[in-house]
């Protein structure tokens, strides 16, 4: 009356340990998010070994060019609302409620990220790791006037930050929390 187990097939197999790496670094991500301040001070490490690799190897352009695009439309996306104002403004005529505040007499709705702090900097840190990955392969290394991107990136840059600052101007929006009034739990 012995109950033999069945034999675990190889794809079982690789997916159970896949399965248990996967929740151990869940684990890992979850203990590090109380720690912003260290995840950044990593994050600006890992920032600061790929334009290091960049500089040292003078090549990889297009990599660091592509890099900086996607942290650009990251940087955007943190500092935008989840709900667009001028969205909600054309759908206020339409006799459905707005997001955030603009008058004096409105109620206060506080300011929700489109991407949360959090996502921000895991989807940096991936991708610094991923373009630092890609500095290490000789198919990456397109060959490119490299001014050019510089030039083309800084351009795009300040056009995306001159629109994004007009819209938190006309929305009347503040992203960050620094100079904002703090009030303690224990004063009277």
């Known amino acids: 009356m012995d109950s033999q187990e069945p034999e675990q097939t190889p794809f079982a197999a690789v997916s159970a340990q896949t399965s248990r790496v996967t929740r151990q670094y869940q684990a890992y991500l ?9 995840r950044w001070v990593g994050t600006g490490a890992l920032l600061f070994l790929f334009m290091l690799r960049i500089i040292l190897a003078q090549g990889w352009y297009i990599v660091c060019y592509s890099l900086g695009i996607y942290l650009l439309n990251l940087f955007l996306a943190f500092i935008s609302p989840k709900f667009d104002p001028s969205v909600e403004e054309t759908d206020m005529e339409d006799g459905s409620a707005g997001g955030l505040p603009t ?4 109620e206060f709705r506080p300011f929700i990220r489109r991407l949360p702090e959090f996502k921000f900097w895991y989807s940096a840190t991936r991708a610094l790791t991923i373009g630092f990955t890609c500095t290490w392969f000789e198919i990456f290394d397109v060959p490119v006037f490299w001014p050019v991107l510089v030039v083309y990136f800084l351009i795009l840059f300040s056009l995306t930050m001159r629109r994004q600052i007009q819209h938190m101007i006309k929305y009347r929006y503040v992203p960050f929390t620094f100079g904002k009034t703090r ?3 224990n004063s009277n």
């Open 103 to 106: 008058k004096q007499d409105e």
């Open 183 to 185: 009030y303690n739990r």
């Open 30 to 38: 979850d203990k590090s998010t109380p720690f912003t301040t260290y």
